[in-house]
């Protein structure tokens, strides 16, 4: 099969990443799993109902959907939905009130961090996730404050979730190998200790905050007076990557009230 360049498609072929990306997810009988961009199927098959109670594969190729509808036409617990996934309401694929579902991928590279920043919405009904990503963007999601690679990502996932980095994956675990090191990374929806007032709020406060991360938070966040700083008991000369997601959220709920 061509794989098609605009869709970012690298075929996952290695069994023992395979084999360590079931283990950590260790699907069960009762669960609903969604996949994004099965792809060959490498890791669906593991996923085939009476594995799990419900199989969702979005993919958005025509031709693999096409194979994807006829291999599974007969399984009623196996949904295919040809759609980017960029668009779609998870809330929709919800089974019943109060149910949630895990989600599985081996992300596209070009849209992996919109991707995320989409789920972020969704949360309420995710139970967890776990993606293959490439390795810089894996490293961005679980770094922590004062780290190099902490950035707007960091935050805003770290604050609708914990990210934990599994293992790394070399390029000739796929066809064609891509031309970077990739890493699978395990994200669990979790509640902050201190919450954000308004989570649009919050977002505006990090994006604008890394909008220049060498310069100093204060320039950055000019709308903060220096007594807002002092009530805040904030720094205002450190840079962005050295504040904790508290402290955003902290800044977000100052500006809020």
């Not at 590279?109 to 949360?123: A, C, D, E, K, W």
Request: proline share 7%; charged share 20%.
């Amino acid at each position: 099969m061509i794989t098609r360049k605009r869709f970012g498609q690298h075929f996952l072929h290695d069994h023992w990443v395979i084999d360590q990306i079931i283990r950590a997810v260790s699907p069960e009988p009762h669960q609903h799993v969604i996949e994004i961009g099965p792809g060959r199927e490498a890791l669906t098959q593991f996923f085939v109902p009476p594995i799990t109670k419900q199989l969702d594969l979005i993919e958005l190729d025509r031709d693999l959907v096409k194979l994807l509808l006829e291999k599974h036409q007969q399984n009623s617990a196996i949904r295919v939905i040809a759609e980017d996934v960029l668009t779609v309401d998870f809330t929709k694929l919800v089974l019943a009130e109060n149910s949630q579902f895990r989600i599985v991928g081996n992300l596209p590279y070009n849209i992996s961090t919109p991707l995320l920043f989409h789920l972020t919405t969704f949360f309420d009904v995710i139970e967890d996730m776990h993606f293959m990503l490439q390795y810089e963007v894996a490293k961005r999601i679980v770094a922590k404050a004062g780290d190099s690679q902490y950035g707007r990502l960091s935050v805003m996932l770290q604050y609708f979730c914990t990210a934990e980095f599994l293992f790394e994956v070399a390029p000739d675990a796929f066809l064609p190998p891509p031309k970077v090191t990739s890493a699978v990374i395990r994200l669990r929806p979790s509640q902050q200790p201190v919450l954000a007032k308004n989570t649009e709020v919050f977002a505006s406060v990090v994006k604008t905050a890394f909008s220049q991360p060498r310069k100093m938070i204060r320039n950055n966040l000019k709308v903060l007076s220096p007594g807002d700083w002092e009530k805040l008991a904030i720094d205002p000369q450190v840079r962005p990557e050295t504040l904790a997601v508290t402290d955003y959220v902290r800044i977000a709920n100052f500006l809020e009230n």
